[in-house]
C-alpha cells in the first residue's frame, strides 16, 4: 500500500472510529419510534467517512424476508442511472456471501463467478456501480441485517482495518434491531397476559354466569351469542347425550365438537369424525359400518367402520343432512339399539358410541319436505347448540385476525407486527358469509401478499361479496354451499389438489373424494383462467 493509501485507510479508520463512539451510545437507548430519524443520518455520517456514493442497511425477519430498508446516498448516486435504493437489496440477495462480509474492489472483475447470474449480469450492465462492500449482522446464526456501501463509477479499495470498524458499526446496528424487536414481542406479551388478567377478574364476578364460560381451544371471542353458545357446551360436555350443533358453513363446528369431546367423560377414547357430504353415496354405508371381505368387488379384506373405530369414544358426523334417506334407517337403529350389521355381513356388531351431528341446513324444514326422517331428527336433536354466523359476533374480529395471523405466518414465512386499521375497518365490515373459514383464506391470501411486518389485504373481500357468496338463506340449496366452498378453497390454493396445505387436505378430504366431488358439481381446473377454477358451461 503506498504514501497515499495508507493516510487515507488512516483517515477513514479515525473517520469512522467517531461514527462508531457516537451511534454506539446513541443507539444503545434509542426506541423503535426514533430508529427511523438515527438510521438515515448514520448512514449519511459512513457514507462520507468512507467517501462511497451510497449506504443502504437492510432489516431481515427471522425467515430471511425484507422487513426495512434504509438508504442515502449523494448527489452522484441519486443522479446517475444506478437505480433508486430500493434495488439496492439486489445486491445482498444474489451475492450473499458464505463468510461475515464480501468486499468487491472491482466490479464486475471481483464479482464471485457462481454469483453472475443473468439477473446479476444485467443489473451490472445498465448502472454504473464499480465497487461495494457488504456487511452482514447475525444473532445466534440468524441474519438480522446487512449495510451495504458503493461507489458510483470510480472504483474503490477497502482495507482490512476499515472493513473491521464497519463490521463493529453493523453489529450494533444489528445488536439494536434485535433489542427492538425483542422489546415489541415483550410488549405483546404482556398486552396478552393484561387481557388474561382481565378476563379472569370478569369471571371472578359473582352473579355472572355468561363470564363463567371456560376458555376451549381453537375456538376465540368474546361476543355475546359466541358465550352462550359455550355456556351450552359447559352443561352438556360431561354428559353422554346426543347433540346437534346448527350453523352455517364455517362457523367452527367441528371445533365445538372436539371442545364437547375434550370436556366429556369420554375424552381418553377417539373422536372419530365423518363428513357425510364428502363421501360418495356408496361409499358412506361401508365408511360408516364397515365392510365384510367380498362384499363388494375390491372388498379383500374385512374393514372396520368408523362406528367400530369410535367404541367408547365420540362419532362426529358433519352434514348429517345430507346422508341418503337409506342410511338414515340404520343410523337410527344404531342409535336406539348400539348395533349394527358391516356391509356383506349378518353378523350384528355392538358399539357404544355418543354421537355428536352437525348441520348447516334446516333440519325440520327437512322433515316437513321429506328428506330428512323425523324419528332420526328427534334423536339426534336432545341438545341442540346454534352457533352464531360472524357477522353477527363483528367484534370478536379483530381477535380472530390476530389468532389467524399467529396461526398461519409461520408457515408462509412471515413476521406480521401491525394490522392497519382501514384493513381491519374492512375485514370488520364484511358480512362473511362464508364465516370463519373465508376469514381464514382472506388472511392467508393477505399474508402471502405481505411481505413485510404490516399485513396487506390482497384483495377486498367486500368488494368480491358478489362473486364470491355462500348463500346462508334457508333455500339456499346444499350443492351450491358445496360448490361455492370448494370453489373458494381452490382459487386459494391455484387449483392444486394434492399436497400439504393444498385443496383436499383444507377441505380434509381424500384427493380423489375431492375429484368426485368437483365432477359431481362441475367443477372444472383450468391453468389458464385466474385462480385455475371454473365452473363446467360458465
Known amino acids: 500500500m503506498d504514501t497515499v493509501s495508507t493516510t487515507r485507510a488512516e483517515q477513514w479508520c479515525s473517520q469512522t472510529d467517531q461514527v462508531v463512539a457516537e451511534f454506539s451510545a446513541t443507539l444503545?437507548?434509542?426506541?423503535?419510534?426514533?430508529?427511523?430519524?438515527?438510521?438515515?443520518?448514520?448512514?449519511?455520517?459512513?457514507?462520507?467517512?468512507?467517501?462511497?456514493?451510497?449506504?443502504?442497511?437492510?432489516?431481515?425477519?427471522?425467515?430471511?424476508?425484507?422487513?426495512?430498508?434504509?438508504?442515502?446516498?449523494?448527489?452522484?448516486?441519486?443522479?446517475?442511472?444506478?437505480?433508486?435504493?430500493?434495488?439496492?437489496?439486489?445486491l445482498w440477495e444474489h451475492l450473499?456471501?458464505?463468510?461475515?462480509?464480501?468486499?468487491?474492489?472491482?466490479?464486475?472483475?471481483?464479482?464471485?463467478?457462481?454469483?453472475?447470474?443473468?439477473?446479476?449480469?444485467?443489473?451490472?450492465?445498465?448502472?454504473?456501480?464499480r465497487s461495494a462492500v457488504i456487511l452482514p449482522a447475525r444473532i445466534a446464526s440468524t441474519l438480522v441485517c446487512a449495510?451495504?456501501?458503493?461507489?458510483?463509477?470510480?472504483?474503490?479499495?477497502?482495507?482490512?482495518?476499515?472493513?473491521?470498524?464497519?463490521?463493529?458499526?453493523?453489529?450494533?446496528?444489528?445488536?439494536?434491531?434485535?433489542?427492538?424487536?425483542?422489546?415489541?414481542?415483550?410488549?405483546?406479551?404482556?398486552?396478552?397476559l393484561k387481557r388474561l388478567s382481565a378476563r379472569y377478574e370478569r369471571e371472578q364476578e359473582p352473579g355472572d354466569e355468561v363470564a363463567a364460560v371456560p376458555e376451549f381451544e381453537g375456538i376465540i371471542g368474546e361476543a355475546?351469542?359466541?358465550?352462550?353458545?359455550?355456556?351450552?357446551?359447559q352443561e352438556v360436555a360431561p354428559t353422554s347425550t346426543s347433540v346437534l350443533l346448527l350453523g352455517e358453513t364455517g362457523t367452527g363446528k367441528e371445533l365445538f365438537a372436539r371442545a364437547i369431546h375434550a370436556h366429556g367423560p369420554r375424552r381418553s377414547h377417539q373422536l372419530v369424525v365423518v363428513n357425510c357430504a364428502a363421501l360418495p353415496p356408496t361409499l358412506i354405508e361401508s365408511?360408516?359400518?364397515?365392510?365384510?371381505?367380498?362384499?363388494?368387488?375390491?372388498?379383500?379384506?374385512?374393514?372396520q367402520g368408523r362406528f367400530e373405530l369410535a367404541h367408547h369414544g365420540t362419532l362426529f358426523l358433519d352434514e348429517i343432512g345430507d346422508l341418503p334417506l337409506d342410511l338414515q334407517a340404520k343410523l337410527l337403529r344404531v342409535l336406539q339399539e348400539g348395533a349394527f350389521e358391516r356391509v356383506g355381513s349378518s353378523a350384528?356388531?355392538?358399539?357404544?358410541v355418543r354421537i355428536i351431528a352437525a348441520t348447516h341446513r334446516d333440519l325440520a324444514k327437512a322433515v316437513a319436505d321429506g328428506s330428512f326422517r323425523d324419528d332420526l331428527f328427534?334423536?339426534?336433536?336432545?341438545?341442540?347448540?346454534?352457533?352464531?354466523?360472524?357477522?353477527q359476533r363483528r367484534e370478536d374480529i379483530p381477535a380472530l385476525v390476530w389468532h389467524i395471523i399467529h396461526k398461519r405466518q409461520r408457515s408462509v414465512h412471515r413476521w406480521i407486527k401491525r394490522v392497519p386499521e382501514d384493513v381491519m375497518a374492512t375485514l370488520t365490515r364484511h358480512d362473511w358469509p362464508g364465516n370463519v373459514r373465508e376469514l381464514e383464506n382472506?388472511?392467508?391470501?393477505?399474508?402471502?401478499?405481505?411481505?413485510?411486518?404490516?399485513?396487506?389485504?390482497?384483495?377486498?373481500?367486500?368488494?368480491?361479496?358478489?362473486?364470491?357468496?355462500?348463500?346462508?338463506?334457508?333455500?339456499?340449496?346444499?350443492?351450491?354451499?358445496?360448490?361455492?366452498?370448494?370453489?373458494?378453497?381452490?382459487?386459494?390454493?391455484?387449483?392444486?389438489?394434492?399436497?400439504?396445505?393444498?385443496?383436499?387436505?383444507?377441505?380434509?378430504?381424500?384427493?380423489?373424494?375431492?375429484?368426485f366431488r368437483m365432477k359431481k358439481l362441475g367443477i372444472v381446473r383450468d391453468p389458464s383462467r385466474t385462480g385455475g377454477v371454473h365452473i363446467a358451461g360458465a
Open 96 to 129: 450473499r456471501p458464505e463468510r461475515d462480509s464480501l468486499v468487491l474492489e472491482r466490479i464486475p472483475a471481483d464479482v464471485p463467478v457462481h454469483a453472475l447470474t443473468p439477473t446479476v449480469l444485467e443489473y451490472l450492465r445498465r448502472t454504473p456501480l
Open 224 to 233: 355475546t351469542s359466541l358465550r352462550e353458545a359455550l355456556v351450552r357446551v
Open 28 to 90: 444503545c437507548h434509542v426506541d423503535a419510534a426514533e430508529l427511523e430519524t438515527a438510521i438515515t443520518p448514520m448512514l449519511q455520517r459512513i457514507g462520507e467517512a468512507v467517501a462511497v456514493n451510497r449506504a443502504t442497511l437492510v432489516e431481515y425477519g427471522s425467515d430471511g424476508d425484507v422487513l426495512n430498508t434504509w438508504t442515502w446516498g449523494d448527489p452522484i448516486a441519486m443522479g446517475s442511472e444506478a437505480g433508486d435504493g430500493d434495488e439496492t437489496p439486489w
Open 348 to 352: 350384528t356388531q355392538k358399539v357404544d
Open 287 to 303: 365408511e360408516l359400518f364397515g365392510h365384510a371381505r367380498g362384499a363388494f368387488t375390491g372388498a379383500v379384506a374385512t374393514r
Open 147 to 192: 449495510l451495504s456501501l458503493e461507489t458510483i463509477r470510480d472504483s474503490h479499495v477497502w482495507p482490512a482495518p476499515v472493513v473491521d470498524r464497519l463490521r463493529l458499526l453493523v453489529a450494533l446496528v444489528g445488536g439494536t434491531l434485535h433489542r427492538l424487536r425483542q422489546d415489541a414481542l415483550l410488549r405483546e406479551s404482556r398486552a396478552d
Open 442 to 515: 382472506v388472511i392467508e391470501r393477505s399474508l402471502i401478499h405481505s411481505t413485510g411486518d404490516t399485513l396487506r389485504l390482497l384483495d377486498d373481500p367486500i368488494a368480491h361479496a358478489d362473486t364470491v357468496h355462500v348463500p346462508h338463506t334457508e333455500d339456499a340449496s346444499l350443492s351450491a354451499v358445496e360448490r361455492t366452498h370448494i370453489e373458494e378453497v381452490l382459487r386459494a390454493c391455484r387449483g392444486r389438489i394434492n399436497g400439504p396445505g393444498n385443496a383436499a387436505e383444507r377441505l380434509g378430504l381424500h384427493p380423489n373424494t375431492l375429484r
Open 378 to 391: 328427534y334423536r339426534l336433536s336432545v341438545f341442540p347448540i346454534q352457533l352464531p354466523p360472524l357477522r
